[in-house]
């Protein structure tokens, strides 16, 4: 995009990329196209390395889009003097030796020609086809003129919404990026700290969640080197002292080698030195750096079965170390990366870490997304993967691409992640909003997925609460959220989601109340800045609201509000007794009853107290050889009953359990309410109703009232009022 100049010394190339003479290619393109029956010698590097890729590429559309660029931009020079045409043909050449398609690389040669020359839309649409205008289109910036100080962060929300309809918008943002890195020497220090701080913050975020890790590890080196020179520095000084350091994986390598040889399985064995700021981490972590800490040993086989068999033969044959072990194959990165790590202990106790996948994982591992060609051509289509964008002047102009017989897109590249990104954002008209927000949701490098309770999925930051769940799973419905069940567990919302974790989310369903909308205390537990947007608008919204608190009940009676009973509903077969029903379990017809005498002085005559037979008082009172009396229930439809109400705690909620308990015709008799724990509150009523048979209908009636998981009969002594 812009036009850095080129840095000789750029840090941290990657071993084994082909280094590009720009000046070479500058000449060339100063002297023009070549004959028509060729390619320009310029774009030969690009061709070639498209062809090793894609075989049968037709590399005719490159040879339109490469003088369409060089015309344009001839007379534009780069910082550094190189013809400006170096720059997308850089940018071009790391794609193509990822493997992107031809679409891909037709649309990067002209990534800079809208938004730098006389180019427009319309010529680029009219000349290649919608699919590659909307790639160009996606990646040019908005102008600050127009925009001011918000043109950085709405340019960004404009790839990320360009990217949500085609993945590669975000490909060829990241190579080009990568390449203004590699030529950002000759920029003032305070520029080249606040691209590199921009870069560390959004584009390698994306380039991880991509996959593109070729791309990540070299912006990450890149980025270490000028925000962090000293140390980068002290990096590049271990790694040139410990030159040799490759000699000790190459002696495991070996042994490797032999070893699966044997095993008749048929595997490449390499060592994979580790970058710079993988060196300095693994530094940090272990202190003293060891010959085998340099570096991981990396093996390839054909297929998924032969991952398993060689992780078998390396911990038959050398020490496993056991805590290393990750099958990344049974369960792949959110970012598309399959592999199996492990890591063997040798006689001396040094330990080599190994990765071990499939040629095709490993393409994935490095490419990433760009590895999957074009994702959005049906599978089965003739054309599909064939690198030619012949057919796209036939798509729409929302170039979004082809899409299957069902209208499902086929399409893996939009994870989790970016669906839930870009829900957000359209809630973030504020740039400055836009901007902290995302770097905060890019900051979060792990993703755990959670069931609901319908079978669905829902993927989620690492260390996401309920709260997020709820706001993943319902948007603002989530406002009435109250509880939930995590794994068949009452849990509060504050609750941190596990990584397979079932998650039942409890809501206020029939209040219309505004009062049932989220509390403050939701911010502290919310990790997803689609929930903490929504929050907090719904408190602007209702400031009063906000001042309420969730649950503030303390212990508290209500009054009396009829006389106890001088008897009870029962009859006891014992002459002259006083019958009482138990405090602790409250019976009520027709539930199988049994009685014990009461003893004591207090008690005046003979007493008799009935409990439930499931009462855990009568299987104390016949441990302690108590007799028990038979006792019958008597014709009249009245009784008392002790039911305690297990709820989430909210403002109203004591009104509402009343007035549905008087909507079923009971009568108050006391009340209790403990202070709540854990967002959690529980009511005691004793209650009189007219006749027990209303009982399971009063149960029902007090459940239903929003807030309410659970209404049980009391099966402890009842609080006195």
């Known amino acids: 995009m812009s036009a850095e100049a080129t840095n000789p010394g750029a840090h941290s190339r990657r071993r084994g990329r082909p280094r590009i003479d720009l000046r070479r290619l500058g000449r060339a393109a100063l002297l023009g196209p070549a004959a028509r029956d060729r390619l320009p010698d310029a774009i030969g590097h690009v061709a070639d390395a498209h062809r090793a890729h894609h075989p049968d590429a037709d590399l005719a559309i490159l040879h339109r889009a490469y003088v369409l660029a060089e015309s344009s931009h001839r007379g534009q020079f780069r910082k550094s003097g190189e013809p400006y045409i170096t720059h997308p043909l850089a940018v071009t050449l790391i794609l193509a030796e990822l493997g992107a398609e031809t679409t891909t690389l037709t649309a990067s040669l002209l990534h800079d020609t809208v938004e730098d020359t006389e180019v427009t839309l319309d010529q680029v649409r009219a000349e290649f086809g919608a699919e590659v205008c909307y790639l160009v289109d996606g990646v040019t910036k ?11 962060p709405e340019t960004f929300r404009k790839m990320l919404v360009a990217t949500g309809n085609d993945v590669r918008v975000m490909s060829i943002k990241l190579a080009d990026r990568l390449h203004n890195m590699r030529t950002l020497g000759v920029m003032r220090p305070e520029k080249q700290a606040r691209i590199a701080r921009v870069t560390r913050d959004v584009l390698i975020p994306l380039a991880e969640r991509l996959g593109v890790q070729a791309l990540k590890t070299e912006l990450e080196d890149l980025v270490f080197a000028i925000l962090h020179p000293q ?127 499939t040629h095709q994982m490993h393409k994935v591992a490095e490419a990433g997304v760009i590895a999957l060609g074009n994702p959005y051509v049906p599978v089965d289509a003739d ?118 974790d079932t998650v039942h989310l409890l809501r206020a369903h029939d209040t219309q109340d505004a009062a049932s909308g989220p509390s403050p205390d939701w911010l502290d537990h919310a990790r997803t800045p689609a929930a903490r947007i929504a929050i907090t608008s719904w408190l602007k919204a209702h400031p009063e609201e906000a001042r309420i608190p969730a649950a503030t009940p303390g212990r508290a009676a209500a009054p009396i509000t009829a006389d106890r009973p001088g008897a009870a509903n029962a009859v006891a077969d014992l002459p002259d007794a006083t019958v009482r029903l138990a405090g602790c379990c409250t019976p009520v017809p027709p539930d199988a ?22 009462c855990p008082a009568v299987a104390r009172m016949k441990a302690l050889d108590r007799k028990p009396i038979a006792v019958s ?47 959690r509150v529980r009511h005691t009523y004793t209650l009189r109703l007219p006749d027990a048979a209303g009982l399971p209908a009063l149960m029902r009636a007090m459940r239903d009232v929003p807030g309410v998981y659970d209404v049980s009969r009391a099966q402890h002594p009842a609080p006195t009022a």
Not at 427 to 447: C, G, I, K, N, V
Not at 639 to 649: H, N, P, Y
């Open 383 to 500: 054309t599909a993967d064939t690198g030619d964008a012949g057919d796209a002047a036939e798509m729409d102009a929302a170039g979004t691409g082809a899409e299957p017989a069902d209208g499902e897109r086929a399409d893996p590249t939009r994870p989790g992640w970016l669906s839930r990104l870009l829900q957000w954002q359209e809630s973030t008209p504020d740039p400055d909003a836009f901007w902290t927000s995302l770097r905060a949701d890019l900051a979060q490098d792990r993703e755990i997925t959670v069931f609901r309770a319908d079978g669905g999925m829902l993927g989620l930051p690492a260390g996401a609460s309920c709260v997020d769940a709820a706001y993943a799973q319902y948007g603002e419905r989530a406002h009435a959220c109250i509880g939930a069940r995590v794994n068949g567990r009452l849990a509060t919302l504050s609750t941190v989601l596990r990584d397979g």
């Open 593 to 614: 009853v049994t009685g014990f005498e009461v003893r004591g002085r207090a008690v005046r005559g003979r007493a008799v107290t009935v409990h439930r037979e499931a």
């Open 633 to 679: 229930w008597g014709d009249a439809a009245e009784c008392r009953v002790t039911l305690v109400a297990e709820s989430f705690g909210r403002p109203r909620l004591l009104a509402d359990l009343t007035e549905a308990i008087a909507t079923e015709g009971a009568a108050v008799v006391a009340a209790t309410v403990e202070p709540p724990s854990e967002q």
């Open 142 to 152: 908005l102008e600050k003129v127009d925009y001011g100080a918000a043109a950085e």
């Open 231 to 357: 140390e980068y520095e002290r990096t590049r000084a271990l790694i040139a002292d410990n030159a040799t350091a490759g000699d000790a994986l190459g002696a495991t390598a070996e042994d490797f080698r032999a070893v699966l040889r044997d095993a008749d399985i048929t595997a490449e064995v390499l060592i994979r030195p580790r970058h710079f700021v993988s060196v300095h981490r693994t530094r940090l972590k272990r202190g003293e750096m060891r010959g085998t800490d340099f570096g991981r040993l990396l093996v390839l086989v054909g297929e998924d079965a032969d991952c398993y068999a060689v992780l078998g033969e390396l911990h038959t044959c050398f020490t496993p170390v056991i805590s290393e072990f990750k099958d990344f194959i049974a369960t792949p990165k959110f970012n598309l990366y399959q592999s199996l790590h492990t890591a063997v202990a040798g006689p001396d106790g040094t330990v080599t870490e190994v990765l071990i996948r």
